[in-house]
C-alpha cells in the first residue's frame, strides 16, 4: 500500500469554526508533513513530524495546531481561520532515511468564508 | 537565501520529443535535488532524486543533471508521452536543525498528440 489518504476532499467554512483534517498512511513511514499549496504556486512546507515528534515548524500561525496520534495518523486542526487560509492542504509521509522521497495525499481543498 | 527557481513557467512539447525542464537553486547547504511531477487534482508524486556530490541520475525514461558550479538542475523526460502532461517541481531538501524541503516555483509541460 503506497496510498497517503486525507479527508475530507473538500471543505468549506467559517472564520468562527473549527475543523479539522485528517491524513493516513500505512507504509510504516514515521516521518509525517504538512503542506500548504496556494493556486499556482508551489506547496510549502508547515509542519514536520518525525517519529510522532513535532520537529519542523515553519512559523505557522497558531490558528492551525497539528497533531500525530500514533504513527498512522496525521491531524490538522483548524480554529478561528482567515480567508487568505483558503487552499489545498497536503499531507505526505517519507520514510525517515528517505527523508526526500515523499509521498504525498491528494489534497483537502479548503475554503474560508 | 532558501529558494529555488525555474527558468520557464510553461513548456509545450510534441509527443515522442525529448522534453528538458530547468531550475536554478540557490542554496548550498542542500544534500538532495528532488524533481515531483503533480497532475491536475492530484498530490505532487516523486520522480526522481539525486544527491549533491553526483552529477547525474538517470531513470526510466527521465534523467537528471545536476551543475552545482553553476547550481542549476534539469530534468530529461525520453519520448514525451500525454501521460508527462503536467506541472514539473524541483525541490531541495535542506539540513536547517531537522531536513526540509523545499519546492521551487514549478513548470508547465505540454504535450501536443
Known amino acids: 500500500d503506497t496510498e497517503v489518504t486525507q479527508t475530507p476532499k473538500h471543505l468549506v467554512m467559517g472564520m468562527t469554526n473549527k475543523k479539522s483534517l485528517k491524513c493516513e498512511q500505512h507504509?510504516?513511514?514515521?516521518?509525517m508533513y504538512w503542506y500548504k499549496q496556494k493556486a499556482k504556486k508551489p506547496p510549502e512546507l508547515m509542519f514536520v513530524y518525525s517519529y510522532e515528534k513535532l520537529s519542523i515548524n515553519e512559523s505557522v500561525p497558531s490558528r492551525f495546531s497539528p497533531e500525530c496520534p500514533n504513527s498512522s495518523l496525521l491531524n490538522l486542526h483548524l480554529h478561528a481561520l482567515q480567508p487568505e487560509d483558503s487552499a489545498l492542504y497536503l499531507c505526505a509521509s517519507s520514510q525517515v532515511g528517505r527523508l526526500y522521497e515523499q509521498y504525498f495525499g491528494p489534497g483537502t481543498r479548503l475554503t474560508v468564508t | 537565501g532558501e529558494s529555488v527557481g525555474l527558468h520557464l513557467p510553461t513548456l509545450s512539447v510534441q509527443e515522442g520529443d525529448n522534453s528538458i525542464i530547468n531550475c536554478a537553486y540557490s542554496?548550498?547547504?542542500?544534500?538532495?535535488f528532488i524533481w515531483y511531477k503533480q497532475e491536475s487534482g492530484k498530490g505532487p508524486q516523486f520522480i526522481i532524486d539525486i544527491r549533491s556530490n553526483m552529477d547525474k541520475r538517470q531513470g526510466q525514461r527521465v534523467t537528471v543533471l545536476l551543475n552545482k558550479t553553476v547550481k542549476h538542475l534539469s530534468l530529461q523526460i525520453a519520448a514525451t508521452q500525454p501521460g508527462d502532461s503536467a506541472v514539473y517541481f524541483c525541490?531541495?531538501?535542506?539540513?536547517?536543525?531537522?531536513?526540509?524541503?523545499?519546492f521551487g516555483a514549478g513548470t508547465r509541460l505540454f504535450v501536443k498528440a
Open positions: 525541490a531541495e531538501n535542506i539540513r536547517t536543525g531537522g531536513f526540509k524541503t523545499i
Open positions: 507504509m510504516g513511514h514515521r516521518a
Open positions: 542554496n548550498s547547504a542542500s544534500d538532495y
